[in-house]
Nanobody, 127 residues
Framework: QAQLVESGGGLVRVGDSLRLSCAASGGTFNMYAMGWFRQAPEKEREFVAAISRTSIITKYADSVKGRFTVSRDNAKNTLYLQMNSLKPEDTAIYYC????????????????????WGQGTHVTVSA
């Protein structure tokens, strides 16, 4: 079972950039398909981005496409989310998630498809 710890959140201004990290321990990181989700106040947790085991496949929510980039470094057991051109509507708690996958090409977009979650990191974008 992977243990996940997010970091890199903070308070930024509109248009700024931020890079989130998710450090994994336990299990074998390159066996996990990974995802980023976020939850704004009084809203449900929503999909942001997903990446397959060896980064062959990446997928994004329409709301972040072209602004956010998901990546991973399997040698460092770390998942990243580079967020550019941040908007106030990006304000949320950001969570990383992991699920073991047999295929190198699979990604998971549904929050119910993931079995392991981090505790989240707060991102606040001020106008």
């Amino acid at each position: 079972q992977a243990q996940l710890v997010e970091s890199g959140g903070g308070l930024v201004r509109v248009g700024d950039s931020l890079r989130l990290s998710c450090a994994a321990s336990g299990g074998t990181f390159n066996m996990y398909a990974m995802g980023w989700f976020r939850q704004a106040p009084e809203k449900e947790r929503e999909f942001v981005a997903a990446i397959s085991r060896t980064s062959i496949i990446t997928k994004y929510a329409d709301s972040v496409k072209g602004r956010f980039t998901v990546s991973r470094d399997n040698a460092k057991n770390t998942l990243y989310l580079q967020m550019n051109s941040l908007k106030p509507e990006d304000t949320a708690i950001y969570y990383c998630a992991a699920r073991s996958a047999a295929s190198l090409r699979v990604t998971y977009l549904g929050r119910d498809e993931y079995f392991n979650w981090g505790q989240g990191t707060h991102v606040t974008v001020s106008a």
